[in-house]
């Protein structure tokens, strides 16, 4: 038990929970700033930015791959603004106009180029492959301590605890500002903050969690993860650092549970094969939000 | 072949893809209308991402009742179904908790999605190795249409298309003043249920040629698309089902000249150049227009300030002035007004001190207020005004 547990559980388990946590941090921030479906709009338009990534370079090598997504994202944004300001248009309209014209020039793109050699398709992009990213080389428990087995961990697990770090200290060292603009951005600006600057690099944080989970996990997570764990959170406190420790632990309580009723759950149930582990974190975490509506102690005020 | 198939001479199946595909866009631009001016445009996006749940249950009930899962009314039905109970979720998060409709609509659209992807998993592994087909519903397949799936497209469309139409009056009331429409009796929260109904219903007929995924956008670019070209409201819902319409044709034709241009993306690719389109083009609110206002108000002011330094015998530094005193032949390469430019200063001179006077006039100092540094005072004063301005100027001057 022990080294099958270690060797196939284990990674999947930590990227996802990890990818969810990323998520969730960033996520905080836009829904208080009721900029939620930015996170939705960033995760579509990572298709078209890996699959220009892929024609251009002609590989599915990692760096390409994350470069390409964050422009596309970076690109997206770009668009809902001038979208916006060019024609007045309401937020809304702009990210739906934006969002599904990339996503859609994405999938014309993937179509027309010949990708039968690499693995690259919506169904891919869309609920990732968590079940797939196993540690071949650990043989129990002691392989923690291994470093020759260390060594050939998934590189995506290096890979999203590094931008977890990087989004939980960035937000840890602006938090001050980051707190007064998401609260209160007129005073935040009468302090001298550059609240616009604030507000572009807390949407760059999310496109880096959504660029580096999107490449374990695929983009159903993203969307989930930068909503429902903070929403739910929203409903259990008042404080902005309780909420954000509340969404966290949402967040692992999602992937965490969600990774092993779709693993062993059918199994269990008496199935031989099992379901989509990206899909039903997804559905713990609105199950996770449902009973934060009905019964937290801060749902309405 | 491109003329061909806008001709509809390009075989049945793409005879039936074209013309379903202009029914769905004239329904989803003309719906999308309604939505888009009450404001609540990605309401859409959770509507269709819940599609998927009731698509995967549809499938499965059926397949367990020993029928045939793939038949399209079925799916249709079911979600319809799921896609109701994602709209009274968005409804209920944002009613009895403080969470904002974004928020709600996002929470919904990821959640319901991702179930309904455990959902087709499960069907994978039921029916082991033979394909379900439903991945299709994600983004589209046109491919194996039937006659009577065209049909079930086009009269859903057509149905929607009426219901929409039949209301317009109350759903634009709604959308400008609820308060108003409410005072009229008008039951706005209903109204909205129904609204939200036609979005899904436009969903649901769109699954089989555009996808789940990319509907949202036939809903959306159309009604921003034709915003531009009217501010009279009926207008504006006319030229979006117009929009949708066309995109859906010239999207399904585009598409069948060639194998691998799949129709969903097409379709709301020239759905986003007609927006595009719109964007730069539109008379009033497009960026070319707003350029071309906002250049001449610049030389407007350029020319005015121009002259009345020439008037108050200053020089003239700064290039695009100069450039346009001498282009109006106002004045010479070395800075000197030709006797042209010499009336015209005066003239303005003349227009800046009777708006000076205008302020200090009893009886007329309100009109002062139209001063804007461009509007020729004879344009805003009768002639007796005028002649009464000049005749307190020179009493002034007496003094």
């Known amino acids: 038990m022990g080294s099958e547990f270690v060797a196939l559980s284990l990674p999947p388990l930590l990227i996802g929970t990890l990818a969810a946590m990323a998520c969730a941090l960033p996520g905080n921030f836009l829904l208080l700033r009721r900029q939620a479906l930015i996170g939705d709009a960033i995760s579509h338009v990572v298709l078209p930015g890996i699959v220009v990534a892929f024609l251009v370079t002609g590989t599915i090598a990692t760096l390409p791959m994350l470069a390409g997504a964050a422009c596309a994202a970076l690109l997206a944004v770009a668009m809902i603004e001038a979208i916006r300001r060019l024609g007045r248009i309401e937020a809304g309209a702009a990210m739906g106009v934006t969002f599904t014209t990339l996503f859609a020039a994405g999938v014309l793109l993937l179509e027309r180029s010949d990708t039968s050699s690499v693995h690259l398709d919506v169904e891919h992009a869309l609920y990732g492959n968590l079940e797939s990213l196993i540690w071949l080389d650990a043989t129990g428990w002691a392989s923690l301590t291994d470093p020759a087995a260390l060594a050939a961990l998934p590189p995506e697990l290096i890979r999203i605890a590094a931008v977890f770090a990087v989004v939980a200290i960035a937000i840890a060292a602006f938090w001050r500002p980051l707190k007064l603009a998401t609260f209160d951005e007129g005073f935040a600006q009468s302090l001298g903050l550059p609240t616009a600057a604030i507000g572009l690099g807390i949407v760059t944080l999310a496109a880096l969690a959504a660029v580096a989970a999107f490449d374990a996990v695929g983009s159903i997570i993203v969307i989930a993860m930068f909503i429902c764990p903070p929403a739910g ?43 989509s582990a990206a899909g039903m974190i997804a559905t713990i975490s609105g199950l996770i939000l449902a009973w934060a509506a009905l019964a937290a102690p801060h749902r309405r005020a | 072949m491109l003329l061909d198939a806008l001709t509809l001479q390009l075989g049945y199946n793409a005879v039936l893809v074209t013309l379903g595909a202009t029914a769905l866009g004239v329904a989803a631009g003309t719906v999308g209308a309604f939505l888009y001016l009450r404001k609540r445009a990605l309401v ?133 003043d609820e308060g108003y429409a409410r005072v009229q009796g008008i039951d706005t929260a209903r109204l909205d249920l129904v609204l939200m109904t036609l979005v899904m219903a436009v969903t649901v007929v769109g699954l089989k040629i555009v ?81 071309l206002r906002h250049r001449r108000l610049q030389h407007r002011v350029h020319l005015r300030q121009g002259l009345l330094a020439l008037a108050h015998g200053q020089p003239v530094y700064e290039a695009l002035t100069r450039r346009m005193l001498r282009g109006a032949g106002l004045m010479r390469a070395d800075g000197v007004p030709t006797d042209k430019g010499r009336a015209e200063a005066a003239r303005v001179l003349l227009d800046e001190s009777r708006w000076q006077a205008l302020r200090r006039a009893e009886g007329l100092a309100s009109l002062a207020a139209r001063d804007d540094g461009l509007t020729r005072i004879d344009t805003i004063l009768t002639p007796d005004q005028l002649a009464d301005l000049d005749a307190r100027m020179s009493l002034q001057e007496v003094r």
């Open chain 2, 44 to 176: 859409s996006d959770a509507i269709s991402h819940a599609t998927l749940p009731g698509l995967a249950l549809a499938f499965l009930v059926a397949v367990a009742l020993g029928g045939d899962g793939r038949a399209l009314p079925l799916l249709m039905a079911g979600s319809a179904l799921s896609a109701w109970a994602g709209l009274w979720c968005v409804g209920k998060l944002t009613r009895a908790t403080r969470l904002s409709e974004d928020a709600a609509i996002g929470a919904v659209l990821s959640v319901f999605f991702g179930f309904g992807i455990v959902l087709l998993t499960v069907i994978q592994s039921l029916s082991a190795g033979r394909q379900a087909g439903l991945e299709s519903f994600l983004l589209g397949a046109t491919a194996g249409m039937l006659r009577a799936d065209a049909l079930v497209i086009a009269v859903g469309g057509a149905l929607v298309l009426l219901a929409a139409l039949a209301l317009r009056r109350p759903f634009l009331m709604t959308a400008f």
């Open chain 2, 211 to 291: 996808g789940l995924i990319l509907i949202v956008a036939l809903l959306i670019i159309p009604a921003v698309a034709a915003r531009f070209w009217s501010n009279h409201a009926p207008r504006v819902v006319l030229l979006s089902g117009l929009a949708g319409g066309l995109s859906g044709y010239l999207g399904a034709a585009l598409s069948a000249t060639a194998p691998d241009l799949p129709t969903g993306p097409i379709i709301v690719l020239i759905a986003f150049g007609l927006f595009a389109l719109s964007l730069l083009a539109a008379p009033g609110r497009g960026v070319l227009a707003a350029a």
């Open chain 1, 233 to 275: 959170a929203r409903l259990m406190t008042n404080r902005l650092e309780r909420q954000i420790a509340w969404s966290l632990l949402f967040a692992a309580l999602s992937a965490i549970a969600g990774y092993v009723i779709a693993g062993y759950g059918p199994i269990w149930a008496g199935f031989s094969a099992s379901v």
